[in-house]
């Protein structure tokens, strides 16, 4: 399933919750002298919200979805889907999705599961709960989608530290005869599974001594097998094609123009690769807001916080037609287009 | 594709380093102004120029902007 066109669904609102705490870049201690304002300028990111000792992506995404059940005055025992996007699950098992049924107060008449994947997260899990929606067979639904990698990337790496930074959100959908067609097109390449890793730990290799044993790779770069490794060399490589490439695909196959389009939401990996990419698919600037400067790359939390961060207003007031893209992990991507009228769209929520 | 061409891409990559430093001897990652994000430039430069797509293990096991020419010209 390259491509993928849903009916009788939308989205109906959104909402957003990242940690109070605030990191500023220009205080990073593996930085050499001047280098801090060159990876600023690089990659766009100035600060970025990072979770506190004990809190979990869980923890932003239960905020996030109780503050969005009050603002859609959603009856709790009407939403029948619960899907949790992330790679910082809560446990190993069971799935974190079932835990937050019983935390939101979920009926137990209700679907629960999560899904791996991480910045092309937000568009899978969307095709995916919209989908189970669009039969009817089930009414309401809540996509919950977050990321706490700040917990997987060691401090004294520069080539992953300074980049991740977290988030929790919530998407609620409904089934609705009347919706706007939604467009996707998916793709993967599993060959590329080691540019982002964290390769100790799981099943292929066991936590074992050795695991902890912090590795200096040269440059600024020191962490162990517990910790998430980013071939950054790779990972732009890949993005500045493969995202353009899904983007040209989905608007080609469902016959788009840029003009069609209000808004491009891109994954907010680093602004030298969103711009390489906004720059290949000839996208005015002001077609494609940024957050990343203010909250880093929050894995497959960035578009959902972004509608939140920079289209609250617009969101709420009028209809927007919008083209998401995610790419990365996996390796893997994916876009979407669709049309959202007058959302809900909560306050930006802070723990 | 001319190797002339090339080297006068890649050093328009950089700002601090005189461009008469930039021949396809030059073992590109003893400049001192060479980076990780420097990296990201010449692959950008590349996909851009020549599109092609440049892998990190190409930028790894490369010391010379020659060697990263012939890697380029062979993909074209």
Same mark, same amino acid.
């Given at each position: $399933?390259?491509?993928? @066109? ?26 050499? *002298?001047? *280098? ?22 869980? +923890? ?15 009856? @709790? ?18 799935? !974190? ?13 209700? /679907? ?5 994947? #991480? ?5 899978? #899990? ?24 700040? /917990?997987?990337?060691?401090?004294? +790496? @520069? ?9 929790? !959100? ?10 706007? *067609? /939604?467009?996707?097109?998916?793709? !993967? +390449? ?23 044993? $912090? ?17 950054? $060399? ?16 989905? $608007? =080609? ?19 030298? /690769?969103? =711009? ?32 939140? !961060? ?15 893209? #995610? ?25 | 594709?001319?190797?002339? %061409? ?9 700002? %601090?380093? %005189? ?38 293990? %190409? ?18």
């Amino acid at each position: $399933m390259a491509y993928s @066109k849903l009916h009788n669904v939308s989205i109906i609102g959104v909402s957003a919750c990242v940690p109070r705490n605030i990191v500023e870049n220009k205080d990073y201690a593996i930085f050499e *002298e001047g *280098e801090a304002e060159k990876f600023i300028a690089t990659t766009g990111i100035e600060r970025r919200r990072i979770v506190e000792n004990g809190v979990c992506t869980s +923890d932003l995404c239960f905020a996030a979805a109780e503050k969005l059940i009050i603002d859609l005055n959603w009856v @709790k025992s009407d939403i029948e889907v619960l899907i949790f996007v992330s790679h910082t699950a809560d446990y190993k098992l069971p799935a !974190t999705a079932c835990i937050l049924q019983d935390r939101l107060k979920l009926p137990i008449n209700c /679907m629960c599961f999560d899904i791996t994947l #991480g910045c092309s997260g937000y568009v899978h #899990g969307l095709n995916v709960i919209s989908s189970l929606l669009s039969s009817g067979n089930s009414k309401k639904g809540l996509l919950l989608v977050g990321n706490t990698q700040s /917990m997987y990337a060691a401090y004294d +790496d @520069k080539s992953a530290y300074p980049l991740f930074a977290d988030a929790g !959100t919530a998407t609620a959908l409904e089934y609705n005869p009347d919706a706007n *067609e /939604m467009f996707y097109h998916f793709s !993967t +390449d599993g060959s590329g599974y080691q540019a982002i890793i964290v390769p100790d730990g799981g099943c292929r290799n066991p936590v074992n001594e050795e695991s902890f044993k $912090m590795i200096d790779f040269g440059s600024g770069i020191r962490r162990s097998k517990l910790h998430e490794a980013l071939d950054g $060399m790779e990972v732009f490589s890949f993005g500045i094609r493969r995202a353009p490439e899904t983007v040209n695909q989905l $608007m =080609e196959k469902f016959s788009l123009s840029t003009d069609d389009v209000d808004y491009f939401l891109f994954h907010q990996a680093n602004k030298f /690769m969103n =711009e390489r990419i906004r720059k290949k698919l000839k996208i005015p600037l002001e077609k494609t807001p940024y957050n990343i400067e203010n909250f880093g790359n929050t894995s497959c939390a960035t578009i959902p916080l972004l509608m939140v !961060t920079n289209l609250q207003n617009e969101l709420s007031n009028q209809k927007l037609n919008l083209v998401l893209c #995610g790419f990365g992990v996996g390796l893997s991507w994916g876009s979407a287009y669709l049309s959202v009228e007058k959302i809900v769209c909560s306050d930006l929520i802070e723990i | 594709m001319e190797l002339g %061409d090339f080297i006068q891409n890649f050093a328009d990559q950089f700002d %601090d380093t %005189d461009a008469s430093t930039f021949t396809a001897e030059t073992n590109f990652k003893q400049l001192e102004e060479w980076s990780s994000l420097m990296a990201l430039s010449i692959i950008s430069m590349i996909d851009e120029e020549y599109n092609v797509r440049m892998t990190g293990n %190409d930028i790894r096991g490369t010391s010379t902007i020659g060697e990263l020419f012939n890697i380029v010209k062979g993909r074209i």
